[in-house]
């Protein structure tokens, strides 16, 4: 059943054995679960079914720290979440991710990977992915030139695409909305968490509409499953979960940068191998390049990534078509419409750049108008001063905004120089060029350095981790190891801010896995 709030006559009540709050992909992979297992679930959304700028105006707030996006532009807020832009990028955590590493401060899962890896293989389906996972092999087996690194120095990954953009969205949602023991509330922003007046555990959420409508949920279990940012908001807000002053501390991205560029060799080998997606078995697929654990161990680096792309050199003019296509993209909002033509739009982009596009990034590099360069997607090293908190300003509905005082440090950038020094070694020993690296990464101290010619986001990746972290204690983390939080047995979180670290894998993946987690933990906690 599908209702909304705020065209509902009277304010509504509800009871029922599962609470989810937000209905983006964690949501959502959450209640079905439940629902599979022949539990009641209730799915509240703060949005509608499209892009509403006056909703889309309670995720505004505050930027104090490293430059980031503006957070009303960070992510969305209607039925399915910000997959409705999402990329489609899939890729599991590597296993020494969810290891505690003696020189990453902070490190360390209070997980097995074996169990996370259980989940990954259910969850692989859910985005149309087959049950063999994907490698560097698949695409030398396909003919995509691969170099042979040292495997003890340099991996080379692979992201697996989700063919559709829009798989969270309503149209694809009907087995939810028709459940006979499902009911989505749309326009219902929860504004407090209500704790039991024992203070261990949650009775109640209080949600509202922009025009005023009120309702009140009371269930058996919750699960905040409403993003990296308001999970943490939401938890301050009602007063939850902060004992020890951990909730919205470890704020992680997957941040962006240029870490350098190629010099000689074979250029157009490796933009053949790393540029762009390849078309295997009818699966798209894209290559990367990422250090060894035996490196990273040695060394004493992050699990941090790189791609090589042409770009044009640093302090360019940028092109005038990138200039257009970065203002479409940015000015638009995010409507069913204008995500419909962005999505149009990248479709032929990748057909041109599978068809007719592969020589030109060669020959304007040639040009000298391009260079081939490193594209940098990092692993953000977890430190408690990088954090969220409330603000004295409020949204429309009373709820404290957030301020976001994004921080990176020494060890983030000098993962990404070892990586850039092991991938000109490597590259050298192969004939195949060698790396300048960029300046800025000879100076760990001096910060991190985005680059606006590098990407089509050259601050991050809208990866919003870590703020609601996983922990055996309450002095480590927010949440234990099944997704509670501390303190509150039946409060539940869901999501990427769970994380402890995050690996250089895009997090849509794991978030599926852990959600199908979570619902298993709360059926078996219902039965």
Same mark, same amino acid.
């Given at each position: 059943?599908?209702?909304?709030?705020?065209?509902?006559?009277?304010?509504?009540?509800?009871?029922?054995?599962?609470?989810?709050?937000?209905?983006?992909?964690?949501?959502?992979?959450?209640?079905?679960?439940?629902?599979?297992?022949?539990?009641?679930?209730?799915?509240?959304?703060?949005?509608?079914?499209?892009?509403?700028?006056?909703?889309?105006?309670?995720?505004?707030?505050?930027?104090?720290?490293?430059?980031?996006?503006?957070?009303?532009?960070?992510?969305?807020?209607?039925?399915?979440?910000?997959?409705?832009?999402?990329?489609?990028?899939?890729?599991?955590?590597?296993?020494?991710?969810?290891?505690?590493?003696?020189?990453?401060?902070?490190?360390?899962?209070?997980?097995?990977?074996?169990e996370l890896a259980r989940y990954y293989r259910e969850a692989r389906p859910l985005f149309g992915l087959?049950?063999?996972?994907?490698?560097?092999?698949?695409?030398?087996?396909?003919?995509?030139?691969?170099?042979?690194?040292?495997?003890?120095?340099?991996?080379?990954?692979?992201?697996?695409?989700?063919?559709?953009?829009?798989?969270?969205?309503?149209?694809?949602?009907?087995?939810?909305?028709?459940?006979?023991?499902?009911?989505?509330?749309?326009?219902?922003?929860?504004?407090?968490?209500?704790?039991?007046?024992?203070?261990?555990?949650?009775?109640?959420?209080?949600?509202?509409?922009?025009?005023?409508?009120?309702?009140?949920?009371?269930?058996?279990?919750?699960?905040?499953?409403?993003?990296?940012?308001?999970?943490?908001?939401?938890?301050?807000?009602?007063?939850?979960?902060?004992?020890?002053?951990?909730?919205?501390?470890?704020?992680?991205?997957?941040?962006?940068?240029?870490?350098?560029?190629?010099?000689?060799?074979?250029?157009?080998?490796?933009?053949?191998?790393?540029?762009?997606?390849?078309?295997?078995?009818?699966?798209?697929?894209?290559?990367?390049?990422? *250090? &060894?654990?035996? !490196?990273?161990?040695?060394? /004493?680096?992050?699990? @941090?990534?790189?791609? %090589?792309? =042409?770009?044009?050199?640093?302090?360019?003019?940028?092109?005038?078509?990138?200039?257009?296509?970065?203002?479409?993209?940015?000015?638009?909002?995010?409507?069913?419409?204008?995500?419909?033509?962005?999505?149009?739009?990248?479709?032929?982009?990748?057909?041109?750049?599978?068809?007719?596009?592969?020589?030109?990034?060669?020959?304007?590099?040639?040009?000298?108008?391009?260079?081939?360069?490193?594209?940098?997607?990092a692993e953000q090293a977890p430190s408690p001063d990088s954090r969220l908190t409330l603000s004295d300003?409020?949204?429309?509905?009373?709820?404290?905004?957030?301020?976001?005082?994004?921080?990176?440090?020494?060890?983030?950038?000098?993962?990404?120089?070892?990586?850039?020094?092991?991938?000109?070694?490597?590259?050298?020993?192969?004939?195949?060029?060698?790396?300048? *690296? &960029?300046?800025? !990464?000879?100076?760990?101290? /001096?910060?991190?350095? @985005?680059?606006?010619? %590098?990407? =089509?986001?050259?601050?991050?990746?809208?990866?919003?981790?870590?703020?609601?972290?996983?922990?055996?204690?309450?002095?480590?983390?927010?949440?234990?190891?099944?997704?509670?939080?501390?303190?509150?047995?039946?409060?539940?979180?869901?999501?990427?801010?769970?994380?402890?670290?995050?690996?250089?894998?895009?997090?849509?993946?794991?978030?599926?896995?852990l959600a199908l987690r979570t619902g298993d933990d709360i059926a078996g906690a219902l039965a």
């Amino acid at each position: 059943m599908l209702i909304d709030l705020s065209t509902a006559a009277d304010d509504l009540s509800r009871d029922a054995q599962v609470c989810v709050i937000g209905a983006g992909a964690a949501g959502q992979i959450v209640a079905r679960r439940l629902l599979a297992s022949g539990h009641s679930v209730i799915l509240l959304e703060s949005g509608g079914l499209d892009y509403e700028a006056d909703v889309a105006d309670l995720n505004a707030g505050e930027n104090v720290g490293e430059d980031y996006y503006p957070l009303d532009h960070a992510r969305l807020r209607f039925f399915g979440g910000t997959t409705a832009i999402w990329g489609g990028r899939c890729a599991m955590l590597d296993p020494i991710d969810l290891e505690r590493r003696p020189w990453v401060p902070h490190s360390g899962w209070p997980i097995g990977y074996e169990e996370l890896a259980r989940y990954y293989r259910e969850a692989r389906p859910l985005f149309g992915l087959g049950a063999e996972t994907e490698n560097a092999d698949t695409l030398r087996r396909a003919g995509v030139p691969i170099p042979a690194f040292d495997a003890d120095r340099l991996a080379t990954p692979v992201w697996t695409f989700d063919m559709r953009f829009d798989r969270f969205s309503r149209g694809n949602c009907e087995d939810l909305v028709r459940h006979p023991r499902c009911e989505i509330v749309l326009h219902a922003s929860v504004t407090r968490i209500v704790a039991a007046p024992s203070g261990r555990g949650v009775v109640g959420v209080e949600a509202k509409a922009l025009n005023g409508r009120r309702l009140a949920v009371a269930a058996t279990i919750f699960v905040l499953a409403a993003g990296g940012i308001e999970n943490p908001r939401l938890l301050l807000a009602s007063g939850l979960g902060n004992e020890h002053d951990l909730v919205g501390r470890f704020f992680m991205e997957h941040p962006h940068a240029r870490g350098g560029r190629i010099i000689g060799g074979a250029p157009w080998t490796l933009l053949k191998a790393f540029a762009r997606r390849h078309r295997v078995k009818g699966q798209d697929l894209a290559a990367l390049i990422a *250090p &060894a654990p035996a !490196l990273q161990a040695e060394r /004493g680096i992050l699990n @941090t990534s790189l791609t %090589i792309v =042409a770009r044009q050199p640093a302090r360019s003019s940028q092109f005038w078509g990138m200039r257009a296509y970065s203002k479409l993209k940015h000015d638009m909002a995010p409507t069913k419409s204008g995500r419909r033509l962005w999505i149009t739009t990248k479709r032929l982009a990748g057909w041109a750049q599978r068809r007719i596009d592969p020589l030109r990034p060669w020959l304007l590099t040639k040009a000298g108008q391009l260079e081939v360069a490193l594209l940098v997607r990092a692993e953000q090293a977890p430190s408690p001063d990088s954090r969220l908190t409330l603000s004295d300003d409020r949204d429309a509905l009373g709820v404290p905004r957030v301020r976001l005082d994004w921080r990176l440090n020494a060890l983030d950038v000098h993962s990404v120089d070892v990586l850039a020094r092991t991938l000109g070694e490597e590259l050298q020993r192969l004939g195949l060029g060698r790396v300048e *690296p &960029a300046e800025w !990464l000879a100076d760990p101290s /001096g910060g991190w350095r @985005t680059d606006p010619l %590098i990407s =089509a986001h050259p601050i991050g990746g809208y990866h919003h981790m870590g703020t609601t972290r996983m922990a055996d204690s309450a002095r480590e983390g927010v949440t234990d190891g099944r997704g509670r939080v501390h303190g509150l047995p039946n409060l539940y979180v869901a999501g990427s801010s769970l994380f402890p670290t995050s690996g250089w894998a895009n997090p849509t993946l794991t978030i599926a896995a852990l959600a199908l987690r979570t619902g298993d933990d709360i059926a078996g906690a219902l039965a």
